[in-house]
Structure formats: structure tokens, C-alpha cells
């Protein structure tokens, strides 16, 4: 057992449980904060997989942008004073049926395909990853900046209500 | 370095988590568990993404990882704004009590 595959399995514990709080807390700013946890793990996974980048762009994005609008949109519709309403009880076995026999399924796929053995762990360097999304990959970058764009005009417009007008 | 851990570790964490959010998908009542539901499928594919560049050789996996992320903010961006604008309007935010389209 290396240091690596150690992180690995009590990464993916922590991400599992945190997860599990995330869409079961009835409690909706723990399931925000769970979100968070999940957020870090996950970003812990992705440094064992030598992507030092996009682990540090899920910290950023996730634990610093989405998790404090979540906390905001709790705050800001008064969620936090009573426990969120059950789910109605037919959809929860219903959707646990569906989502574990998914789950399921892909797992399956997954064992039963074939993966190519890897011959050497291959990292991308952030320097790698610049000069890719300016070059073969500049379209869609372009495109998810408009993007970008479109949703922060678009957030202030919905959001601000008729009284700024 | 990883001689424990091949990318079927990996996929399955990640389909595990993928799996889970998707049941909160379909149970959630309230608008702002669904949009953190929705966030952890991102999360997850965005997991997917990095192993197989980490495994498979090819840098596109990361770089879409990226892409997927910005998405993700956008739309929790979009959607919370949605959420307040209809907590406005509606005084709460149950996905079951918004029928305003309903003849």
C-alpha cells in the first residue's frame, strides 16, 4: 500500500459519505456544507491523479464560487430555519430503484470492458493545458467564455427582481 | 507509484458518486437540493474526465474536466438566481408547488 492508494480509498470514503449527506440531509445547510466536503475530497482524488490544476480549479470553482451561492441562496430564501420537506415516499424507493440499478449497470460496463493496460502514469503540466486551450482547443474555450458571459449577465438580470428596474 | 490502483478504481468512485447524486435528482423536493444534486453529477464526471487522461494518455480529458467545471458555476450561477426570483415570487422554492404554467 503506497501513500497514493492509501489517499485514494479514504478520499473515496470521505467523498461517498459526504456525498450521501448532500442528497439525504433534511437539514438544507448541511447538505450545502456536505457539498463542500464532497468538493474537497474530490479534488484530493484528483491530486493522486497528478492533475495538481484541476484539483486546485474544483477548490476554487466549487468550495469558494458554488458552495458560497449555495449558502447565500439558502440564506436568502429562508431555508435554514425549518428541515427540508421529505421526499414523498413511492419516489424514494422508486428513485433509489432506478439510480442503483444504473449504477449498477455501469459499474458492470465498466468491469466487463476491456481498459487497455496503462504502460507509464501520464500527467499533463499546466503548461500543457495553456498552450492546448489556445490552441486545439480554442473553439470551445471561446465558447465557454461566452458562455460564462451570458450566465453572469443573465444571473444579475433574473435575480435583481423588478424593483431595481 | 500506483501499482494498487487502475482506472476501474476510479470509474467506480465515480459512477458511485454519479449514482447517488442521481437518486437526489429524482427525490429532492426543494429547487436548491436538486441544483447541489446536479452539482455532485458534475463533480463526478469531472472525476471521470481527469482519470482517463491519467490512465489513457490523452491531455483532452483534463482540459474537458475544465470545461465541465465552468459549465457547472454557470449553471449554479443561473440556477440559484432562478431559485431567489421564485422565492420572490412564491414565498418557497418546492419543485412540486410551482405550477404557475398549469392551465
Given at each position: 500500500m503506497t501513500l497514493a492508494t492509501i489517499g485514494f480509498y479514504i478520499l473515496s470514503m470521505i467523498a461517498i459519505i459526504a456525498a450521501v449527506v448532500t442528497v439525504t440531509s433534511r437539514n438544507l445547510l448541511y447538505a450545502v456544507l456536505a457539498l463542500a466536503v464532497a468538493s474537497l475530497a474530490v479534488a484530493g482524488l484528483m491530486l493522486t491523479l497528478?492533475?495538481?490544476?484541476?484539483?486546485?480549479?474544483?477548490?476554487?470553482?466549487?468550495?469558494?464560487?458554488?458552495?458560497?451561492?449555495?449558502?447565500?441562496?439558502?440564506?436568502?430564501?429562508?431555508?435554514?430555519?425549518?428541515?427540508?420537506?421529505?421526499p414523498s415516499n413511492e419516489l424514494k424507493i422508486?428513485?433509489?430503484?432506478?439510480?442503483?440499478?444504473?449504477?449498477?449497470?455501469?459499474?458492470?460496463?465498466?468491469?466487463?470492458?476491456?481498459?487497455?493496460?496503462?504502460?507509464?502514469?501520464?500527467?499533463?503540466?499546466?503548461q500543457q493545458i495553456g498552450r492546448l486551450l489556445l490552441t486545439e482547443y480554442v473553439l470551445p474555450f471561446e465558447l465557454v467564455s461566452v458562455l460564462l458571459l451570458a450566465a453572469l449577465v443573465g444571473a444579475i438580470v433574473i435575480a435583481r427582481g423588478k424593483e431595481a428596474q | 507509484m500506483m501499482e494498487g490502483l487502475s482506472m476501474i478504481h476510479y470509474l467506480i468512485v465515480s459512477i458511485v458518486l454519479f449514482g447517488i447524486s442521481l437518486y437526489g435528482v429524482f427525490t429532492r423536493r426543494n429547487a436548491i437540493a436538486?441544483?447541489?444534486?446536479?452539482?455532485?453529477?458534475?463533480?463526478?464526471?469531472?472525476?471521470?474526465?481527469?482519470?482517463?487522461?491519467?490512465?489513457?494518455?490523452?491531455?483532452?480529458?483534463?482540459?474537458?474536466?475544465?470545461?465541465?467545471?465552468?459549465?457547472?458555476?454557470?449553471?449554479?450561477a443561473v440556477g440559484l438566481a432562478l431559485v431567489i426570483a421564485i422565492y420572490r415570487r412564491q414565498k418557497n422554492v418546492d419543485l412540486d408547488q410551482l405550477t404557475l404554467l398549469k392551465g
Open positions: 497528478s492533475a495538481e490544476f484541476l484539483a486546485f480549479v474544483v477548490i476554487l470553482v466549487y468550495v469558494g464560487a458554488v458552495v458560497v451561492i449555495g449558502v447565500f441562496a439558502v440564506m436568502l430564501t429562508g431555508q435554514f430555519k425549518k428541515p427540508t420537506l421529505p422508486l428513485g433509489a430503484g432506478v439510480a442503483a440499478a444504473l449504477t449498477g449497470i455501469l459499474i458492470g460496463v465498466v468491469l466487463v470492458q476491456p481498459i487497455a493496460p496503462v504502460s507509464a502514469a501520464h500527467t499533463v503540466s499546466v | 436538486l441544483l447541489l444534486a446536479i452539482e455532485l453529477i458534475m463533480l463526478a464526471v469531472a472525476l471521470n474526465f481527469t482519470a482517463a487522461t491519467y490512465f489513457l494518455g490523452h491531455a483532452g480529458g483534463q482540459i474537458f474536466a475544465i470545461f465541465i467545471i465552468t459549465v457547472s458555476a454557470a449553471e449554479a
